[in-house]
């Protein structure tokens, strides 16, 4: 009688073939999160930019930036007896959130700038390092 031979993997290779993939994980994946995290960052300064060429357009149909009680939101709508008003001034008609899903913050006049503009980062809290970064217009 003729044995025949497996085919197949022994569990040494196995654990090899785990142990590289952990490996690869464990270099690959910080540096992937990293990369998510400054994607959101670089989210909000794209979204802060055209906030601040909207209110230039709507500075110069208006002669000034709507004031922080106005808020964004009078870039997609008339806040009411304002003439010269000949939005809406954001393509998408709509204010969009932060990428922490926040609103952003508006303040005119400024404190650092003209006018203020300010994401609170992934904290949601003033201040803050890293992630948790506020990004305003005036560091850009």
Do not use: C
């Amino acid at each position: 009688m003729r044995m025949r031979k497996q085919s197949g993997f022994t569990l040494v290779e196995l654990l090899v073939v785990l142990a590289i993939i952990g490996l690869l994980a464990g270099l690959v994946g910080p540096r992937v999160l990293n990369q998510l995290a400054g994607a959101k960052s670089d989210t909000a300064k794209v979204q802060i930019r055209d906030f601040e060429q909207a209110l230039e357009i709507y500075s110069l149909d208006i002669g000034e930036f709507p004031r922080t009680e106005q808020g964004l939101e009078a870039l997609i709508e008339n806040p009411g007896n304002v003439s010269g008003w000949n939005g809406p001034y954001l393509r998408r008609n709509e204010i969009p959130l932060d990428p922490w899903n926040r609103e952003y913050q508006y303040k005119y006049p400024g404190e650092h700038a003209d006018f203020d503009i300010t994401s609170l980062g992934a904290d949601g809290k003033p201040g803050g390092d890293g992630d948790n970064a506020d990004i305003g217009n005036w560091q850009l």
